[in-house]
């Protein structure tokens, strides 16, 4: 067991609750997929499970490789091997891409990342994505179109090689050919590693070429059913109506 959330309600500061007697099991390896419709709380899950202080935890717990996470700050969850991308990830002046994941990993790690053997990985893993390198050197973010912004994650993913990932909604805005090279990495990912993803998404096409063990449905901040990888398709075919 990777993760465990135990009757999770939260909420904003200002009393709103979304979150609610939320219960969810992640084993290491497992890629797990969340789909609900708009409003459900997918987003609110993702940034409580990472500490997002504008959410505040009204009851539950969340156990992250058998420690309390619940009030555990995001740094501290981030460094235990936590991980999120974002639906529209911000720009950050004053600090290139490159310089960006080396300082992650060394935080992550705690110890000095090796410069030729980092450039190394990275040159491999922005070819995987397709991406200009020089966008290595360039500020996070900073005049990137919408797809290279997604491609940004999904190369901090590979490169960080966290233990659990939460992709919120890396395929929104991106076009056919944008989905199939950020599926690719986060393929890529799953061949690399043991860790753990949770999917959030709209979208079946960027889940075609993965492998999904769980699919759960959220509606109103709770999980109203799970099923496998064909849970999937039935949404996609027949919406959320009856679940809802």
Not at 201 to 225: Q, S
């Amino acid at each position: 067991m990777l993760l465990d959330i135990q009757h999770l309600n939260a909420g904003l500061e200002d009393g709103k609750q979304i979150l609610n007697d939320l219960n969810l099991t992640i084993n290491a390896g497992e890629t797990h997929v969340l789909m609900g419709p708009n409003g459900a709380g997918k987003s609110s899950l993702g940034n409580t499970l990472l500490g997002n202080p504008v959410y505040k935890i009204t009851g539950g717990k969340i156990f992250f490789k058998d420690t309390d996470i619940t009030e555990e700050s995001t740094d501290k969850r981030a460094k235990m091997g936590m991980f999120m991308s974002f639906q529209a990830p911000l720009e950050v002046s004053g600090i290139s891409l490159e310089t960006f994941i080396r300082s992650a990993l060394q935080q992550k790690t705690g110890e000095r990342v090796k410069l030729f053997q980092f450039q190394k990985e990275l040159k491999a893993c922005m070819e995987l994505l397709n991406m200009n390198p020089d966008y290595a050197k360039r500020d996070l973010n900073v005049g990137f179109s919408g797809g290279e912004r997604k491609k940004s994650e999904i190369l901090q993913l590979l490169m960080l090689k966290p233990d659990f990932a939460i992709l919120d909604e890396t395929d929104s805005g991106l076009d056919v050919d944008a989905v199939r090279v950020v599926s690719k990495g986060i393929e890529e990912y799953q061949k690399r590693t043991n860790g753990s993803l949770l999917i959030i998404t709209h979208n079946a096409k960027i889940l075609e070429d993965l492998k999904i063990d769980h699919t759960h449905i959220l509606v109103k901040g709770h999980i109203v059913h799970t099923g496998d990888g064909s849970l999937v398709e039935d949404i996609n075919a027949n919406g959320f109506e009856k679940y809802i």
